[in-house]
């Protein structure tokens, strides 16, 4: 124990928090060990988190210290994940036809949550249907980009497919999982929070003052790092406003990505993003993955009943998500739409997130949730591969220009 400005707190343990770094440097490590074989870094996480956690060898624990970097960690996941709608630059039309696919996915995944729930399962009908119509978009672009597919039709669908995928569940969990003032107060408070980051968009594309457009570029290359400490200030202030309405702060998190994205968009804010990205992926998100590891209820996804489930959920995922890619298939071959239709069912990282929030929120029993993000897991490691088996590889296999090179972070902030 020691003495803080006169509080008693207690010591965090160094010991659990090297376990978990070294977890998650073993996970990337791992992630490339092989160049053919290349493993979804979050479910490393997720797995090396349950070996270290207290179920199987208990070297570590989720203290109140973990805890709170986990927690930073899911916040920064969902900033990254508006600072990605941005970056993707998806066309209008292939966003609108999301946007009507992901409504589409949803009304599937209403039907099968409140099914289950009808049938007994100890979930929220909303829970589950929203978390059916995920799209883990940050997994599928490297593996797309790859490929060559990214500048085919089919790929244009398929990122039209995954922004929705990221953007809708986050707005409706915010509103619908919260609860604090009931759902008509908290749709006003979300169109007035929508009203705040719309002039924070509006801001970020117009006003630049020349001072601190000075500051930025002359601090982006040394310790001053004034873009960094100022995108960070924009994610605090936004997660203490969605908090302070009564929303989950995955809300701000998300809308603060958004209002950074768009003030660092183009080729001069990609060293910010990429020192952004450092900090999430290099340090917090993983955390959050480890310790949902950790704490992840393996005993029971590790039954007859709990893979059963994780099959049945699975299953219900490419039926919600693949349902989406008909509004394409006058556009598409049916090879291509079959193939849209397992790859935007492949979602882990929001999965993992509204099953936490769930259980905090007594929305879902831990047990089913084990079952829900074991089916995220087997998506991930699966259905990009199969889908990419459906669809085909293109001729020449170029990487394709949605894949942002380490080698242009030298550029300089003059666009700001």
Known sequence: MSVLLGATVPQPNLDWLVVVLGASALAAVLSRLHRRLILPTVVLELALGILIGPEVLDWAEADAYVTFLSRLGLAMLFFMAGLEVV????????????????????????????????????????????????????????????????????????????????????????????????????????????????????????????RIVRVIQETVHTTGQAAVRLSLLVLAALVLLARDSGFDVVLGAFAAGIVVGVAIDGPSGEPVRVRIEGIAFGFLVPIYFIVTGMTFDIDSLLTAKGLTLAALFLGLLVLARGSSALLWARRLSPRETAGLAI?????????????????????????????????????????????????????DGRPEPYAVGVADAGAELEGL
């Not at 990221?166 to 749709?187: C, K, N, Q, R």
């Not at 882990?348 to 769930?358: C, H, Q, S």
């Not at 259980?359 to 995220?376: C, M, N, W, Y």
């Open 87 to 210: 970056e993707r630059k998806v066309p209008r039309g292939e966003l609108q036809r999301g946007t009507m696919g992901w409504f589409l996915s949803l009304a599937v995944g209403m039907m099968a949550g409140y099914t289950a729930h009808a049938l007994g399962m100890n979930a929220s009908g909303w829970l589950v249907g929203i978390a059916l119509t995920t799209t883990a978009l940050g997994t599928l672009v490297p593996i797309l980009s790859d490929a060559g597919v990214l500048s085919r039709p089919v790929g244009g669908a398929v990122l039209g497919t995954g922004v929705n995928g990221e953007f809708w569940p986050i707005v409706v969990i915010s509103v619908f999982l919260t609860g604090t003032y009931g759902a008509e107060t908290e749709i006003v408070l979300l169109i007035v929070f929508g009203l705040l980051v719309a002039a924070g968009v509006a801001t970020a594309l117009r006003a630049r003052p020349p």
């Open 343 to 395: 790859l935007g069912a492949t979602g882990l990282p929001l999965i993992v997130a509204i099953v936490g929030i769930g259980i905090e929120r007594h929305a879902i029993t831990p047990q089913l949730g084990a079952s829900l993000v074991g089916a995220g897991m087997i998506s991930v490691l699966v259905l990009p591969l199969l889908g990419m088996a459906v669809l085909g590889r293109e001729a």
